[in-house]
């Protein structure tokens, strides 16, 4: 039996008498507030108690309706006016964004990816290019400084060659390139008066450079070591091992892998225009050593050096 007590009594939820039925709170949807009206005009309840139910718990759910319903239209329309908008124009990158280049920055990776391709396919292609433009430029300079010198120049033809596993095309390409470059270098040979030019022809050479592979080394002569480099009459053979690793000593000298490939073919061919090891010997603490000197054996306090000095400037 539902508690009569009138502090309990809410004027939205009492029973009407006179209309014979009972209101819901609030929270019912606008139709079941008509179908409450409908009920009460059935019952015989007054127009004013029905028109005070309709007004009192259908208009303000009514109004709560029809404004969500509004506030969703107005969404929905202008969520696909933006999506049709994007549709139709979609946003452009900005030059700002780092993941878009510009057309010359894209060029630019574009080349950058070429020449390490060509690097990592193989060497010659790159080293070949770049030598082939220069070799002018570099016998030419070394024709002024022979020229230069006030001794006699002679002009000398040799070939490039390998024996054993010394590496693919790329390295013996690589060879060449630093074999003419460092005997046509100002400060080499071409002070004493010679230059140097390469030639595929074996008949036609004046001497033989090899890059050998160390165990081979004494297959052109017993007085060879597998250690070390060697020249034996025509033959300038540079020992694979020493090319790519130099020595011990003369790294730890200060002596970088490209400066000791330079020292060993200007020394080795040293021998080959009539130099002897050691004619020379360290004059003393830190200064240059001389060229013939043996430095991969011992530096004897000097500093290391690739060029031939002053004394050693002649050919027999």
Known sequence: MRDNDSSDRDPRNV????????????????????????????????????????????????????????????????????????????????????????????????????????MVLGKATVQSALIDRSRREILAGAQATAAASGKSVRQYSYCVSAKGEVGGAGVQQQFENVVFRTLNDARGWPRAGATFTYSADSGQCDFVVYLAQPSLMTSFSDNCSDKYSCRVGNDVIINEARWNGATERMLQAGMSLDRYRSMVINHEVGHRLGHLDNEHVCPGPQALAPLMQEQSIDLHGCAPNEWPTDSELWID
């Open 15 to 118: 029973r009407h008498d006179r209309g014979g039925f009972f209101l819901r709170p609030l929270g019912r949807t606008h139709f079941a507030c008509i179908r409450d009206c409908f009920h009460a005009i059935r019952r015989k309840a007054s127009p004013k108690v029905a028109k005070s139910v309709y007004r009192t718990h259908c208009m303000g759910t009514l109004s709560v309706s029809l404004v969500v319903i509004v506030a969703v239209i107005v969404v929905a329309t202008a969520t696909n006016a933006r999506i049709a908008a994007e549709e139709d124009n979609p946003p452009r990158p900005s030059h700002d964004d780092p993941a878009v280049k510009r057309p010359a920055e894209q060029r630019k990776d574009e080349s950058v990816q070429q020449r390490n391709k060509e």
